[in-house]
């Protein structure tokens, strides 16, 4: 637990330092008129002012930061809020900061209230521990400081209301005895069928070359969507060209390796050696064994004993030191890395800073429109060189080396427009973190360019060319990086953009509508015939799969292979089968058949109903047990359903009628113009 937490220290002393005093009451703060504290839209005609935001992002932080649960499943620590409201609705306060105070109000508004009982019951028995101002992660249980621990309350309080609003919303939701039943049918039935597979790859030979015009089409088509988006039917393939936010990048790293190498030289290198014995002797139990050093426990012959069973050692617990001299070392040292690195990071930002305040006095960087090129003189900073040029940060590295015998490695990434995945993929820094995000997301959802106006003046946002806070990978190597570029989300320019892949994906197109195409006049083959003779005729082959559950996990389906993202897809279309009407006249022997389409095998299945069988484990127990699990279940993926919903910022805006500021001055805008 400690060793998970401590990683919170820094930002939690943040915490503390400038908003622990703040309670965050939210009377006074709509509705009511505040000197120097803007408005930022409203709530059913009320204003909402820039201070109750501030405060409602700065507990939504201390939730996420500064308490945590433990994990029932996997015993690990997880935020409070995210075991309160799930990773989601984290995920969508974290892209919608003003979420978390409208969800608040809404339930304030409504009435609804969480009993102290409720709150001390999850604050005492639920293992809630909270990272302190030293950054030592304590349990509520055990918490000396009553400032703290009124602040705790507060917090859980007020998400505990949230969460209470939702389940007095969701309680509504009711599981229908028919749907119970037919459910039930399905989930203790097994069916078997016969298959024919129609591949999109078998028709492309038959597709003709494009013509302009089709790739145009084409283009036009899928322009706008999302290549990343869940497939619909519309867009089975799911294919699309919009652009995400995309960024260019530079960044300083200070290798973790190098503050090593200097603190080691720091002394000599017996020193440390007696250090590190030093720390040996006081912490042998960081360093025990890996292999059992006891036997079962066994009386041992002594004629004083009381008969006492005691454990016969075997050998020794703790490792040798020679074994860990390189670990006791490095434990030795690492107070001094810290150190170092702090020291260096601290430095390194002052001048960034010091520079990129007086940059955007003399009027900073901004997002050029495409064609248009940057100014060719720009003021000299404090190195000697133009602050947006990447010779700036090389200047910088030459700095630290000189002061501190370190020199970070630059890097610039300016030849390409990078999105979630290239930033994800580059080395090291792809992974780095702080409390407060990730790379990847202060570099795509802090950047001011990709904020609405509402969100452009949190404490979190990033100017271009403004350095970012401190990161560390998981290697412990330092990062401060900027984006020197953006690109907000859209479609290309046009088809000459991506047109290797419009070519491509055309033809992908044509080659699984074919497949369709196919498949239908197979299904009517096979309604006239058989499976059998319609494969026959079309030159296909026919598989028999094995009986098979309506489970969307679950054991291989012999006779036919399934993307992982299709199976679901399939079986589902499978049991379809159960509710299409056969002919009436038993003579014809006919059997149900349909078509399942799998976009990501890109293929067409003609399915056949072969037989259908009970499931033997239904017999097992009462009717009544599987009837009330399966309404259990319902009533799981209902609420499930229901919180997505519920937790959706559009949903939430629209529900509390809140309007930030930039969409009530588009009207006034639009009349002025």
Do not use: C
């Amino acid at each position: 637990m400690y060793q998970h937490l401590k990683n919170y220290k820094k930002p939690i002393l943040a915490f503390f330092g400038v908003f622990l005093m703040i309670s965050f009451l939210l009377t006074g703060y709509v509705g009511t008129d505040h000197q120097g504290d803007p408005e930022v839209g409203t709530i059913a005609g009320e204003k909402v002012h820039l201070s109750a935001l501030r405060s409602a992002a700065n507990e939504w932080s201390f939730l996420t930061e500064g308490l945590f649960g433990l994990d029932p499943q996997s015993g690990q620590p997880i935020p409070l809020a995210v075991a309160t409201l799930g990773r989601d609705t984290a995920v969508q306060i974290r892209q919608h900061p003003e979420m978390y105070f409208l969800l608040l109000d809404e339930a304030r508004r409504a009435g609804t209230s969480v009993s102290r009982d409720a709150i001390e019951t999850r604050l005492r028995n639920e293992g809630i521990y909270v990272v302190q101002p030293n950054g030592a992660p304590v349990e509520f249980n055990k918490l000396t400081d009553p400032r703290l621990a009124d602040q705790v309350r507060s917090a859980v309080t007020n998400v505990m209301t949230i969460r209470a609003q939702y389940e007095r919303a969701a309680s509504v939701v009711k599981v229908s005895a028919p749907l119970r039943d037919r459910a039930l049918a399905e989930q203790f039935q097994e069916i078997k069928l016969n298959v024919t597979e129609l591949s999109a790859e078998s028709f492309e030979a038959q597709v003709p070359a494009p013509t302009t015009q089709q790739l145009q089409n084409h283009f036009d088509r899928f322009a706008d969507a999302d290549p990343d988006g869940a497939p619909s039917a519309a867009n089975p393939l799911g294919l699309g060209y919009r652009y995400p936010n995309r960024v260019k990048v530079q960044y300083l790293t200070l290798p973790a390796s190098e503050l090593r190498r200097v603190v080691f030289a720091s002394r000599p290198a017996d020193r440390w050696e007696v250090e590190a014995i030093r720390y040996y002797n006081k912490n042998q139990s960081l360093f025990p064994t890996t292999s059992p050093t006891s036997q079962p426990a066994e009386v041992l012959k002594d004629e004083f004993s009381l008969g006492g069973a005691k454990a016969k050692s075997t050998g020794p617990t703790t490792r040798p030191f020679a074994e860990v001299r390189e670990a006791a070392i490095d434990a030795v040292l690492k107070p001094e890395v810290d150190r170092l690195g702090e020291q260096v990071t601290r430095r390194v930002r002052a001048i960034f800073l010091t520079d990129d305040q007086a940059f955007t006095a003399a009027g900073g960087a901004t997002t050029l429109p495409v064609g248009v090129a940057a100014p060719t003189t720009r003021p000299l900073s404090s190195m000697g060189v133009a602050y947006d040029g990447f010779e700036y940060l090389q200047k910088v590295a030459l700095t630290v080396q000189k002061e501190f015998g370190i020199l970070p490695t630059v890097t610039s990434v300016a030849d390409s427009w990078l999105s979630a995945t290239e930033l994800t993929a580059l080395p090291n820094i792809g992974s780095a973190r702080n409390s407060d995000g990730t790379f990847v997301t202060m570099a795509l959802q802090d950047v001011i360019d990709f904020l609405p106006e509402s969100q452009k003046n949190y404490p979190t946002t990033l100017r271009l060319l403004q350095p970012s806070p401190v990161l560390k990978d998981a290697l412990d190597n330092a990062y401060i990086f900027r984006v020197t570029a953006t690109r907000v989300a859209g479609r290309p320019a046009g088809v000459s953009e991506v047109a290797d892949k419009i070519a491509k994906d055309w033809r992908t197109q044509q080659s699984y509508d074919a497949a369709r195409a196919a498949g239908i006049k197979g299904v009517d083959l096979a309604k006239a015939k058989d499976l059998s003779a319609a494969a026959a005729e079309l030159k296909l082959k026919v598989s028999t799969t094995s009986f098979f559950r309506n489970q969307q996990y679950g054991p291989p389906i012999e006779g036919i292979a399934l993307a992982p993202m299709d199976r679901a897809t399939f079986v589902n279309g499978a049991f379809q089968l159960l509710q299409i009407q056969t002919d009436p006249d038993p003579s014809t022997n006919r059997q149900p058949v349909t078509t399942i389409e799998l976009p990501e095998g890109r293929k067409v299945v003609v399915a056949e109903l072969v037989d259908v069988q009970r499931v033997k484990q239904f017999d097992e127990r009462p009717e009544a047990y599987w009837a009330a699990r399966m309404t259990m279940q319902f009533q799981q993926m209902l609420g499930q359903s229901v919180q997505a919903g519920w937790f959706n910022y559009e949903s939430v805006k629209a529900r509390t009628g809140y309007q930030p500021r930039e969409e009530q001055d588009k009207p006034k805008a639009a009349s002025a113009s």
